[in-house]
T-cell receptor
Framework: KQEVTQIPAALSVPEGENLVLNCSFT??????LQWFRQDPGKGLTSLLL?????REQTSGRLNASLDKSSGRSTLYIAASQPGDSATYLC????????????FGKGTKLSVKP | DVKVTQSSRYLVKRTGEKVFLECVQD?????MFWYRQDPGLGLRLIYF???????EKGDIPEGYSVSREKKERFSLILESASTNQTSMYLC???????????????FGPGTRLTVT
C-alpha cells in the first residue's frame, strides 16, 4: 500500500531564504506527483504536477523535482515571502488507483518578515 | 480556469440528519472525488466517480453514499450524520489524458461540517 511522508511537519524561516520541502513515497510505480498549497480553512491549490517520465517542473519561484527510483520529491521555494506561509501537501497517483491521489500529511511553512 | 464549487462553506447538522454536500465543476471533467480532511490524518478518499452514474469506493466509504446524475455534479450523502463525521470535506475533479494518465486534480474550497 502506497504511503506518502512529508518531513518536516513544520518549518519556520526568515523572509528571503531559499528552502526545500521533502516528500517520500514507498511505491515507485507512480503515474504522477502533485504539489498543493493549502491556506488555513481553505481548499487546495495545485502548484505543480510532475508526470512519472519527468524529472522536474518549474513555476515562478517554485521548482519541484522527482526521483522515482528513490521514491522522493522536493519542492524548492526561492526567495521566500510571508505570503508563502501555508501548508504544502504532496500527493501521488499510483498505478491502478483509478485516479485518486494518496496524500502526505503536509509541511506547515511559516515565513517570518 | 477550472472552477470547482461546493454548495456550502460551513454547515452545522444534528446527529441522525440526512446531509447532502454538493459539488459542481465547470470544465467537463470525467473524474470527480470526495475527500475528508482531519488533523493528524490528512486527506482521505471517500468516493470517486469516473463517469456519470459510475462510482467507486475510496478508503473510507462507510457511512457515506454518492450520486452522479450529471457530469458536472457530484453529491456526497451522509444518510444519518454522526459526530465522527465532523470534518472538512473537499471535492476535486480531473480529466484523464488520451493515454489514460491523469492530469491535475482541482479542488473546491471545502465544506466544514459540524455534527452536534
Amino acid at each position: 500500500k502506497q504511503e506518502v511522508t512529508q518531513i518536516p511537519a513544520a518549518l519556520s524561516v526568515p523572509e528571503g531564504e531559499n528552502l526545500v520541502l521533502n516528500c517520500s513515497f514507498t511505491d515507485s510505480a507512480i503515474y504522477n506527483l502533485q504539489w498543493f498549497r493549502q491556506d488555513p480553512g481553505k481548499g487546495l491549490t495545485s502548484l505543480l504536477l510532475i508526470q512519472s517520465s519527468q524529472r522536474e517542473q518549474t513555476s515562478g519561484r517554485l521548482n519541484a523535482s522527482l526521483d522515482k527510483s528513490s521514491g522522493r520529491s522536493t519542492l524548492y521555494i526561492a526567495a521566500s515571502q510571508p505570503g508563502d506561509s501555508a501548508t504544502y501537501l504532496c500527493a501521488v497517483k499510483t498505478a491502478g488507483s483509478q485516479g485518486n491521489l494518496i496524500f502526505g500529511k503536509g509541511t506547515k511553512l511559516s515565513v517570518k518578515p | 480556469d477550472v472552477k470547482v464549487t461546493q454548495s456550502s462553506r460551513y454547515l452545522v447538522k444534528r446527529t441522525g440528519e440526512k446531509v447532502f454536500l454538493e459539488c459542481v465543476q465547470d470544465m467537463d471533467h470525467e473524474n470527480m472525488f470526495w475527500y475528508r480532511q482531519d488533523p493528524g490524518l490528512g486527506l482521505r478518499l471517500i468516493y470517486f466517480s469516473y463517469d456519470v452514474k459510475m462510482k467507486e469506493k475510496g478508503d473510507i466509504p462507510e457511512g457515506y453514499s454518492v450520486s452522479r446524475e450529471k457530469k458536472e455534479r457530484f453529491s456526497l450523502i451522509l444518510e444519518s450524520a454522526s459526530t465522527n463525521q465532523t470534518s472538512m470535506y473537499l471535492c476535486a475533479s480531473s480529466t484523464p489524458t488520451p493515454s489514460g494518465r491523469m492530469r491535475e486534480q482541482y479542488f473546491g474550497p471545502g465544506t466544514r461540517l459540524t455534527v452536534t
